[in-house]
Structures are given as C-alpha cells and as structure tokens.
C-alpha cells in the first residue's frame, strides 16, 4: 500500500461546478496536510494547509480532514477554467520518517471545460 | 523579491556525464530539498539539508549528489551512475523542518539525456 493515494483521473467538471479531489494516507500517525496546485510544466505552488479534523475554507477552495478515516479531501467550489491542472496530496514525515520530508500522492488532474 | 531560483531551465546530458543543477534561495531558509517528478507521478524526494555543512539522503539518493557549504545554495550534481536520469527536477525550501513548515518550490529544472 503507498503511503499516499490519489485518483489519477482526469477528473472533468463543468464550468461553475464543485470539483472533488480525494487523498488517502496509510500512516495514522500523520498529524498535517498540504494540497499543492501544479500547472503544466510549472512547479507545485501551495493552496491550502490543514491539521485539524473537520473543515478549513480558504476562497473558493475547502479542505475536508478525517484522521479516522484516514482521508484528506480538497472542494473546489465554482470552478473556473483556471483550476485547470494536476493537485498533488502531501503528507509530512509519513510513516515516521525524518522531518521534513513530504510523501506525495501521484497528483489527480483537474480539468474544467466551460 | 525574495524566492528560490533554479538553473538552467533546460538541460541535456550526454551518457556518461556528470551535470550540476543550480539551486539557490534568498528566503534565509534553514532546510532545502531536492525532488525527481516523472511524467503522471508526484515527487520523490533524492536528498534533503537541515542545516548548512549537512544532508539526508531521500528515497532514491543512488546515483546523485549533492553539497550544502553555504545556507542559500544546494546544488545537485547527476552522475553518471544514474541510469535513467531524464526528469523535472525541483528544489525546495522551507524555514524548518517541522510538520507545518509549507516547502517552497523552484521553478524547476528539466533535464533531458540524449
């Protein structure tokens, strides 16, 4: 089992519409999250951070943590064509390694067509 | 403007070179790190430093190197030894290394063997 799992997709949504994209983590250990954005080509810029259980909005984008269920979600809210690329999952020390690094998800592309 | 900077952009390397990747950072950050990211993967960590004169390998150190004699830079050579070295390669930052330190990322650097 990878320690961090996302859907591949593409996921495609309308213009307007609530994208979902969903992270898993093997680790209960893992205390916090990090969404990056990363359009083509480009690198990994950061969205949204979260650490606790529940709901944390920032804008149009929410991220959704369950450490019970061990899954970290991030809603897009009114997607834009804008949104339009790869959102990557990361997970801090996962599996009890060394501080500092972050175990990445294989990313999940976005795409939002008018 | 504070950031990292990456260079070059675009490198290619002959069979049997050796190449350095620049990385530097202005952000007075204590921790850098350096990622491989493969087409349709997330990223995957080769070294990382806490603190200058010091580095970790990461999950796939073989065939790379890397130094840190100064605080804003750590360059990353590529050997020769690395058997399928054709990447995006992506430095990194961050002010510590604790779990809710956000990494910073460069613009990348993408290296292609002929």
């Known amino acids: 089992q990878k320690e961090v799992e996302q859907n591949s997709g593409p996921l495609s949504v309308p213009e307007g519409a609530i994208a979902s994209l969903n992270c898993t983590y093997s680790?209960?250990?893992?205390?916090?999250f990090f969404w990056y954005r990363q359009y083509s080509g480009k690198s990994p810029e950061l969205i949204m951070f979260?650490?606790?259980?529940g709901d944390k909005e920032d804008g149009r984008f929410t991220a959704q943590l369950n450490k019970a269920s061990q899954y970290v979600s991030l809603l897009i809210r009114d997607s834009q064509p804008s949104d339009s690329a790869t959102y990557l999952c990361?997970?801090?020390?996962?599996?009890?390694?060394?501080?500092?690094?972050?175990?990445f998800g294989q990313g999940t592309i976005l795409t939002v067509h008018p | 403007d504070g950031g990292i900077t990456q260079s070059p952009k675009y490198l290619f390397r002959k069979e049997g070179q050796n190449v350095t990747l620049s990385c530097e950072q202005n952000?007075?950050?204590?921790?850098m790190y350096w990622y491989r990211q493969d087409p349709g993967q997330g990223l995957r960590l080769i070294y990382y430093?806490?603190?200058?004169?010091?580095?970790q390998k990461g999950d796939i150190a073989e065939g790379y190197s890397v130094s840190r004699e100064k605080k804003e830079s750590f360059p990353l050579t590529v050997t020769s030894a690395q058997k399928n070295p054709t990447a995006f390669y992506l430095c990194?930052?961050?002010?510590?290394?604790?779990?809710?330190?956000?990494?910073?990322f460069g613009p990348g650097t993408r290296l292609t063997v002929l």
């Open positions: 680790d209960r250990g893992s205390q916090s």
């Open positions: 430093s806490q603190i200058v004169n010091d580095f």
């Open positions: 952000l007075n950050h204590d921790a």
């Open positions: 990361a997970v801090p020390n996962a599996g009890g390694t060394s501080y500092g690094k972050l175990t």
């Open positions: 990194a930052s961050s002010i510590g290394v604790f779990s809710y330190n956000e990494q910073f």
């Open positions: 979260i650490y606790s259980n």
